[in-house]
Structures are given as C-alpha cells and as structure tokens.
C-alpha cells in the first residue's frame, strides 16, 4: 500500500509561484510514475503534468506548459510541482497520483488527498 501527501499549496497572486510537493511512504514508489491533475470547483479533474519513474520522460498539459515543472527525487520518495506565471484560472485543489504513465486518471492507483491551489487576480 503506498499513500501520498501533498503540500505547498496556498494563495498566490497572479504571476506568483508555488512549489507543491507530494511525499510517499512505501519503498516501491520508484517503480511508479506520478501524475499530478487538479479539479476546479463545479469542473472536473483535469490532467496537468505526468513524470516517468526515472524522471527521463514529462508530459504537460497545453494550459500549463512553460509554466509548470514536475521532477522526482526517488531517494526522498517525493515528487514536485513547480508553478511559475500563475493565473486565476490555475486556481484548484491539486492531487498527486501513482500508476502508469498516462495523461488519464484511471491510469493510476494511489491518490493524495489534494492541496487547495488559489491565484487572486
């Protein structure tokens, strides 16, 4: 059984940062790629950025590309999210995710239980 926990998330204005991180326990995280998405009030969770087990391959969403960043650290059993340039629309409860590399999901079994992300104009 592995859990996640996320945390960096909070208030930002516009143009802000924010590093959001997910830790895991177990000892078989690096076996398993991580997805993060997020899911705005009344939307439906979305896809944002998915990482390899070894970190070698990343995929974003259009909406976040050039502005975010995942990375892995699989000694620490932790994964990032880097946020740059935010916008009032990135504003969402963020979740990180273990499963097979996919922009999907239901690709992925384990689930944090969300950080709340907001950006005031």
């Known amino acids: 059984q592995v859990q996640l926990v996320e945390s960096g998330g909070g208030l930002v204005q516009a143009g802000g940062s924010l590093r959001l991180s997910c830790a895991a326990s177990g000892r078989t995280f690096s076996r398993y790629a991580t997805g993060w998405f997020r899911q705005a009030t009344g939307n439906e969770r979305e896809f944002v950025a998915r990482i390899s087990w070894s970190g070698a391959y990343t995929n974003y969403a259009d909406s976040v590309k050039g502005r975010f960043a995942i990375s892995r650290d699989n000694a620490k059993n932790t994964v990032y999210l880097q946020m740059n340039s935010l916008k009032p629309e990135d504003t969402a409860v963020y979740y990180c995710?273990?499963?097979?590399?996919?922009?999907?999901?239901?690709?992925?079994?384990?689930w944090g239980q969300g950080t709340q992300v907001t950006v005031s104009s």
């Open positions: 995710a273990l499963g097979t590399l996919s922009d999907y999901a239901r690709a992925y079994e384990y």
